[in-house]
């Protein structure tokens, strides 16, 4: 800023020798070019917060200005639906429980032990008929009837078995299902309650008790009370000057007589399509003892300075690069770093060429 200040001076003194001499000689001082940006400053965490249900906002559990920790709760929401669908889910998981169903499994385990009892009792009426048959006692339609019943016994008791093991997987399968779905109405109980991600401060509060809020609706904004960062919205036509590491002078409208020094720590690669500008982040190398979210912010990056440089008023250069001297003949330069109002010289002029404006 001082390189900046001394800039103004240089041109009022351009001035004050033309208007006397009706010409200028080129002088020899520093020149800062820079970078115009304007923005705001946020915390460094600073986020809004977005309920993850839906509902009506019952309380909140903060004021602004509040401090919060990690996983503090802010807020809670009413949905009457979420909490009969937690209920409905416990009930469905009691019903579906193991120990809800032991009478089914009683029931065809009993099922289970009657057909391995027929089924062995069968399987005995036919090896004795079939003894009786080698002996000449009893007819081989007799055996075959005999051997029909044994193998449909055999059939009952395997299809029982199945049965069996077909309910408790059945059973089982219910059982974890319903508690899985218990599980989600907890969760979507809990998310009733809003919480904070952050260690901060409560910066502001944007809904009242009473409102309906959604996952799309926020409800208040938090960030860190001791970490701040500048958000300068770049014009396109300069963002490609603009390096991580540049530093940054600015000024803030609560301080007034103050210049602070920054430095940036980020470019964001993607243009605003809206305001035709790029969003670069600095962080305070000298912060003022007290920041706000949002205070409005004006800087200059600066790009390069020279501390020795042949330099002349901008508008005594034109657009092709040249320069007219007191006796009306131009002359071509090159031109070097340039501010909002004077330009270095190069190459082509001496300090002892007298100039007037083209």
Known sequence: MKALYLAVAVVLTFVACSEQNDHLYPEERSITQSVYASGVVVSSTQYQVYPVASGTLRRFL??????????????????????????????????????????????????????????????????????????GVGSKIELEQRELAAASARASHESAVQRLAQLEKQIRFS??????????????????????????RVFSVLRNAGEAVNPQTPIAVLGSDSIFVIELQVDESDIASIRVGQQVFVTLDSYRDSVFTATVTKVHPMMNARTKSFTVEARFQRAPQRLYANLTAE?????QTKEKAMIVPRDYVTKDGHVKLADGTLKKVELGIRDYQTIEIVRGLRSTDALVRP
């Open 62 to 135: 903060v004021a602004e200005g509040d401090s919060v920790t990690v996983g503090q709760p802010i807020a809670e929401i009413t949905n009457d639906a979420t909490g009969l669908s937690r209920d409905n889910a416990r009930l469905a998981a009691e019903f579906a429980s193991v120990a809800n169903n032991t009478e089914r499994l009683a029931e065809l385990k009993t099922a289970v032990q009657v057909a391995a009892l027929k089924r062995a009792d069968d399987s005995l009426m036919a090896a004795r008929q079939r003894r009786l048959l080698a002996q």
């Open 299 to 303: 800087a200059n990056i600066v790009l």
């Open 175 to 200: 059982a974890r299902q319903a508690k899985v779905q218990q599980g989600i109405s907890d969760v979507a109980l809990r998310d009733l309650v809003v919480t904070s991600a952050i260690a901060g």
